[in-house]
């Protein structure tokens, strides 16, 4: 059992910021990626930004530049730091890792996401 708490999210005018936090724990050996994603309404998930073990970071087109995914000092954090949002930046936003349990069994889990909202 593998639970992620996610927090960070909110409401903020375009231009602003925000930063997105996921703390993960439980029966993890190991994580290889953490990431985030978003779902706007009436839309499918989309990949945000992903990080892996060592550190190799992916963004999406829209958010390059804007938006930053880093991993915290424990490895079991991953933060994504938005800036200079938009409108369409609104959307739940669900963290999500690839992990090995202690039994070397890999996983994937989902946050329960938390809602961002640019007002324009």
């Known amino acids: 059992q593998v639970q992620l708490v996610e927090s960070g999210g909110g409401l903020v005018q375009a231009g602003g910021s925000l930063r997105l936090s996921c703390a993960a724990s439980?029966?993890?050996?190991?994580?290889?990626?953490m990431g985030w994603y978003r779902q706007a309404p009436g839309k499918q998930r989309d990949r945000v930004a992903i990080?892996?073990?060592?550190?190799?970071?992916q963004y999406a087109d829209g958010v390059k530049g804007r938006f930053t995914i880093s991993r915290g000092n424990t490895k079991n954090t991953v933060y994504l730091q938005m800036n200079s949002l938009e409108p369409e930046d609104t959307a739940v936003y669900y963290c999500?890792?690839?992990?090995?349990?202690?039994?070397?069994?890999?996983?994937?889990?989902w946050g329960q996401g938390t809602q961002v909202t640019v007002s324009s």
């Open positions: 999500k890792i690839e992990y090995t349990n202690t039994r070397m069994v890999r996983y994937d889990d």
């Open positions: 439980g029966n993890i050996f190991s994580i290889n990626t």
């Open positions: 990080i892996t073990s060592i550190g190799i970071t």
